[in-house]
Every structure is written in C-alpha cells, then in structure tokens.
C-alpha cells in the first residue's frame, strides 16, 4: 500500500509519500511559510501553501518514484490547526481524491507527530513529549487511546518562546541554523534571574513566565533573561514529566514535535533520563517539525484497518485533540 | 536506624523509618542535576517548607492528613507520621470492584477536596497516587505542589488534574468514582462549587492551538 500525505495546519505545507514496507518513507517535501515581520497571520499563510501546494505534490511524487495512479489512498491532516491554512490541505486532499478515484484518510496531526517518532527511533510503549509551537502535551498509549496525562494550562511551550523573541526583536526569522533564536540568545546569559516557575500536577502555565520575562527585559541584561526564561521553561517541562514517569512507570521516552529539536533540551533530557534508567528516544530533526510524511504515515496506519474517511465527512478541525482519536492499529 | 525506600516520587525520595521509636516516612527532596543549581535550591526549600505549613493548615480545615514530626529545610527534608493503608490508585486496580463502593470512595474524595478548598487551600498534585484509604478513613499526602488559593482558577485545576488522573490510569471506572466526588464537592462548597466545576470544562478546552497570545483572552470565554 502506497499512501500520499498532505500536512498544512501552520507555516509548513508538506507533502510525503510512503508505503507498508521498508523503507517507508519514499520522500518528504515541504516548504515553510516565514513572515518577514511579526507572527503567522492566518490568511497570509494560507494564501502562501495555496501558491507552492501544486509543486510540492509533484516533487514529491518524482522524489519517490510513484505516480499519482499507483497511490492508494490520500491523507490528509484535518487538525488541530489553524482553520484557513487547513482548509488548504483539505481541499487539495480532496481534489486529488476526486480526479484520481481515491480513499481519503483525515489524519490527527499530533497523531502524526507520534506515530512518525515511533517508526523511527523504534520506541515501543514510551511515555511521549509532544512539544511545539501549538502543543504542549505529555501522552502515553492506554488501550486504543493516546491519553493525556499532562499538559499546558495556558500556551505552547514554542509558542511562548516565539512570541518572547518576536516581541525583543530577535525575531523573526525564528531558528537560525537549527538553533531557536532563545537559545542563540541564552549562550551569552550568565545570571539567573527569579521567574514564575507553574507546575500544577503533571501540567505547565507558561503565560505568567512569558509576561513575566518581557518585564525582566526592561531592567535586565536580554542574554540573562533569555537563558533564565529558557531554563525555568524546560525545567518546568521536565518536572512535569518526571511526575508522569512517576505516576506511569515507562521505561522509554520519546520527543516528538518541532520542539524536539533543541539541543538543550535534549541535554537536561539526557540527564533526567539517566537518574531514571529510562530510553531516551528523540525524533530527529527531518521528521521533529511538521511534514508530509507523518500525515502518510499515520495515514497508512489507520487505511491498512480500512478506516477512510467520506468527503462529506472530511470537516477540518480547529481543536482536535489527540485523545479524541481511537487508535485501530498496534 | 534502619530506612528503606519506599517510593520514589517525581522530586523526592521517600524512606520508611522510625523517629522516636514512631514508624514515619522521611520525605527528601533530590537536587535536580538537570536544574541550574541556583533556581533548583530556590525549588527544593520554598517547596519544603511551604508543604509543612499548608499540611498543618489541611490539618486545621478537617482533612485526614500525615502529623509532621520533624522539618529540616536546609536538607530538603520532611519526617511525617506513617499512614498504615492502600492509595487509591493500588485500590483501584482490583477488578469488579462494586459500584456502591467506587461512588461512596468518590464521595469521601469529594468531601476531602471540598473541605481544602472551602478553607482556601489547593492541593496542586489531586492524583489517586496521593489519596490513601485506611480503614474508613481517607487520608490526603503530598502537599509539594500545593498553595492558598480562592482562586476559582486555581481550584478548578486541582478538580481537572485529579480527573485526569482518574480518565487516563482508571478509565474503566472514573465515571463512576466522579460521579459520587461532583455529588459531595458540590454540596459542601455551596455556591461556587458550580463555578469551579464549570471552570473545569472550561480548563479542558484549552492547551491546544493558541496561535497568538493577545487572542489567548477570545479563547477562554
């Protein structure tokens, strides 16, 4: 089974064609929207994946060999996301179902997130980070579910540290050589400064933190600010974890989502995991933040059970949680 | 003096011991490797001082909770009574438990949580790990996250948090255990038990896709 995934619910559109047998993914092309000044502005993304979506499709393809008549089915991912870039993807989805006579599959983006991580590092049953710029959430499989077990109360972990350098000027761009402009910035910090540090249970507040540090910034060295806003952050994350390792017993983690990425957080990850004895799994870098491939992949999975999704059916969804999603597949 | 480990929690190791010839549990916060040591000593001492106050202050308000015996903040360290009993969360994974039993357990969880909160205390870690049955009696440990609150907010978390706990270790049998908890918290805490158990939902909507943070009001109405 060849299936072609299509993801668009932020910056990125991206397009990924894999199969059911090794080596699964056969290409993963994807072009990311980056606004010359301030956030992503819904409408001006949308028009930018609606302008590069033909391309994209059509490397893919060539990048992997296949054409359009030997894929199987088209998925596609419906949420969460924002409403007009998805509705993008959805409806070059559904196109490409209609001219080619093909199944659709509406994927959950974070399902996504999860299932490509797993394929890759091989994790079996791990306690999952899913961290980026819309999401914050510590996950374990329990039956046919992903359940949640933690968090954010407020926003995203990325989400806080994108706004942070959009509103000191560092950015955008965002990730400057596969480094996040916070912990370009945070090389030069040398004291630490108190700030709100909200852990409740196994869930995170990152609000307090965020207005917190852009009033730190006023009486304070911005390298300082931003090394000690990065450590309170990922040490918040880290605690909270701890507790769901502590409440669930995993032997593995897995990182997953764009997030992932940092290499500081990869290094206190390493250190908790060690006093733990648990794996520490982290998705690499082509497949951390948004792609095509995930979609397929996910979108594979849930089509090898047979569960397509009718055009009629295939709304977009803003606020698609992960553990709405019941899981057909091991 | 013998110790042995008995658990070993997210931020703190616990020890079975014996202090003045009584059975008690030696609480000890760990320094986090991961943490600058600066922010991880600011951490472990505000967190080990204010869990022995807020534990005497649940004392007060009529909820069963472990004596402290000894508080050594420069150790990071709590000496507290030993509880004889089971948590919840080892109660709860025998199967076919009765129905009646679930609903009278949630019920007293209900109580518990109302009198903290009717006394302005939040518990801020509300899981069946922390919630230990002995005999009759339900006793309620682990005040490490916990603070003073009347902060619909800050309430409506501790409700969240512990129905969480419940969906994501005990599916099969959280509506149940819920059920009888809303019944009880409701009529204990009176007017702004509503409120609260509203802001419940309204805590589960969020957390997802926030893409700016000056809309982040819109999305909490």
């Not at chain 1, 590092?121 to 992903?146: A, C, E, F, K, M």
């Not at chain 1, 004291?191 to 852009?214: C, E, H, I, R, T």
């Not at chain 2, 204010?50 to 004392?59: G, K, P, Q, T």
């Not at chain 2, 357990?105 to 002995?134: C, F, M, Q």
């Amino acid at each position: 089974m060849i299936v072609l995934g299509i993801e668009s619910t932020a910056h990125t559109f991206g397009v990924g064609i894999v199969k059911d047998s090794p080596p699964y993914i056969l290409s993963n092309i994807r072009r990311t929207f980056i606004p010359k000044e301030g956030g992503m502005r819904p409408g001006e993304v949308a028009r930018h994946h609606a302008e590069v979506a033909p391309g994209v499709v059509r490397e893919a393809l060539e990048k992997a060999g296949v054409s359009i008549r030997q894929v199987d089915a088209i998925a596609v991912s419906l949420g969460p996301g924002l409403g007009p870039v998805l509705r993008i993807g959805a409806t070059v989805a559904r196109a490409l179902a209609l001219k080619y006579a093909k199944p659709l599959v509406g994927v959950n983006h974070g399902i996504g997130h999860i299932e490509i991580g797993r394929l890759i590092t091989g994790s079996r049953d791990p306690l999952i980070l899913y961290i980026s710029g819309g999401n914050t959430v510590i996950s374990t499989r329990v039956g046919n579910r992903y359940r949640i077990f933690g968090e954010t109360l407020d926003i995203a972990l990325g989400n806080m540290m994108d706004v942070f350098v959009r509103e000191v000027g560092l950015a955008p761009p965002y990730v400057v050589n596969g480094k996040h402009q916070i912990d370009l910035c945070a090389e030069g910090g040398k004291k630490f400064l108190n700030l709100p540090y909200v852990v409740k249970g196994q869930d995170m507040s990152f609000s307090g933190l965020l207005s917190a540090a852009l009033r730190e910034t006023k009486n304070n060295d911005l390298h300082d600010v931003c090394l000690s806003l990065r450590e309170v952050a990922f040490d918040m994350m880290l605690e909270a974890t701890e507790r769901a390792l502590a409440l669930t017993s995993k032997s593995e983690i897995l990182v997953v989502g764009g997030v992932a990425a940092s290499g500081s957080l990869k290094e206190k990850l390493e250190e908790m995991t060690l006093d733990w004895g648990v794996k520490l799994s982290v998705v690499p870098q082509e497949f951390a933040g948004d792609n095509g491939a995930m979609i397929a992949y996910a979108g594979l999975l849930q089509a090898s059970k047979g569960a397509y999704t009718e055009l009629s059916e295939s709304k977009v969804r803003q606020r698609w949680r992960i553990d709405e999603v019941e899981l057909l597949w091991e | 003096m013998g110790m042995t480990l008995l658990k070993r929690g997210a931020e703190s190791d616990i020890y079975l011991g014996s202090f003045m010839g009584m059975k008690a549990v030696f609480k000890k916060r760990r320094a986090k490797r991961y943490r600058l040591p600066e922010l991880d000593e600011r951490v472990n001492r505000e967190r080990t001082i204010s869990e022995a106050r807020l534990i005497y202050a649940a004392l007060i308000s009529g909820v069963s909770v472990p004596a402290v015996l000894l508080l050594d903040p420069p150790n990071y360290l709590i000496v507290m009574e030993y509880i004889e009993g089971t948590t919840v969360k080892d109660l709860l994974q025998a199967e076919n438990l009765p129905v009646e039993f679930l609903r009278e357990l949630g019920k007293k969880i209900g109580e518990t949580a109302a009198r903290l909160h009717t006394s302005g205390i939040y518990h801020g870690d509300l899981t069946t790990s922390n919630l230990i049955l002995s005999g009759e009696d339900l006793f309620l440990v682990d005040f490490g996250l916990a603070g003073r609150s009347n902060d619909i907010e800050d309430l409506g978390v501790d409700i969240h948090v512990f129905l969480r706990s419940l969906e994501s270790v005990h599916p099969k049998v959280g509506g149940v255990i819920y059920g009888g908890f809303k019944e009880v918290y409701a009529r204990e805490l009176g007017d702004r038990a509503k409120e609260v158990l509203n802001r419940v939902k309204d805590i589960r909507r969020r957390g997802r896709y926030v893409e700016e943070r000056r809309n982040s009001a819109s999305h909490r109405k």
